[in-house]
């Protein structure tokens, strides 16, 4: 798709507002999704003032349609791939209306793109992780993660709460919420899962930072996942280094297929 006119994005970010037909609305936020796929468009579309409505339109919650929901929750997310764009819509407001989308539980591509942008918002910013949780993102965020939720969907939340995890104050809250038993849980989903990088990530985040923390993971049954882990990755840094002949050094995080292992302090190949 070639590089949208300063015109032509306004006249889309027109077609968001309360007064476009749902026809209009929904063509603009599909022609959005596409332009988002290019990196080089997010800064533009921001410009042409399309963070506002995006906003009142995902407010409307289960008030607008499914595939309006959809697409305005994809748009966003990704604006928010962006740091200094993420900035800018944390600034304008943005994560209370993304945790109430989460309160509210709407439809899973939603609670994905709404879940991940809330990660964005807190990578992009010390001050807003711990304004995020202060909005209560963390009880719904866990309710996501738990038994009964599809795989594709945990990923998301798991992977926010990762995000959040970084800052103590953050971490007492999700260890609070219950979210350490269901991330171990996740722990058991498929080698290749997404979910699982990211509940191995967000426990990895609690651990070190409060040492209740890492009781309750140990209780919650981490142990023999972990562990089988660590073995899986100690098989391949024997092979990578038989091949390669390379010294791996200290607290280096190795993959084993997709999946990114606790860190290694040695490997006695």
Do not use: Y
């Amino acid at each position: 798709m070639p590089p949208p006119s300063r015109r032509d994005l306004k006249n889309l970010v027109g077609k968001l507002g309360a007064n476009a037909r749902p026809g209009q609305r929904m063509t603009a936020l599909t022609t959005l999704q596409a332009l988002c796929r290019e990196p080089e468009n997010v800064a533009a579309i921001a410009a042409a003032g399309a963070i506002s409505p995006l906003l009142q339109l995902l407010a409307m919650g289960p008030g607008a349609a499914a595939s309006v929901l959809e697409s305005d929750s994809e748009v966003l997310l990704g604006l928010c791939h962006d740091a200094g764009i993420a900035r800018i819509v944390a600034a304008a407001g943005a994560f209370p209306t993304l945790v109430q989308v989460l309160v509210a539980g709407t439809h899973a591509r939603v609670l994905f793109a709404s879940s991940m942008a809330l990660g964005c918002l807190a990578a992009a910013d010390a001050a807003t992780a711990v304004a995020i949780t202060a909005t209560g993102a963390v009880p719904p965020l866990v309710r996501l993660i738990k038994a009964g939720v599809p795989a594709d969907v945990q990923a998301a939340p798991a992977a926010t709460l990762k995000d959040l995890a970084g800052h103590p104050e953050n971490a007492v809250s999700i260890a609070a919420a219950g979210a350490i038993p269901p991330l171990v849980q996740m722990l058991g989903l498929a080698p290749d899962s997404p979910g699982k990088r990211m509940a191995l990530g967000a426990l990895t985040a609690l651990a070190p930072l409060i040492a209740e923390n890492a009781a309750t993971i140990a209780a919650a049954g981490a142990i023999p996942p972990l562990v089988q882990l660590l073995g899986l990755d100690l098989q391949l840094v024997c092979r990578k280094q038989q091949q390669a002949h390379v010294s791996l050094r200290t607290r280096r995080i190795l993959p084993s297929s997709q999946l990114q292992a606790p860190s290694l302090h040695w490997c006695s190949c």
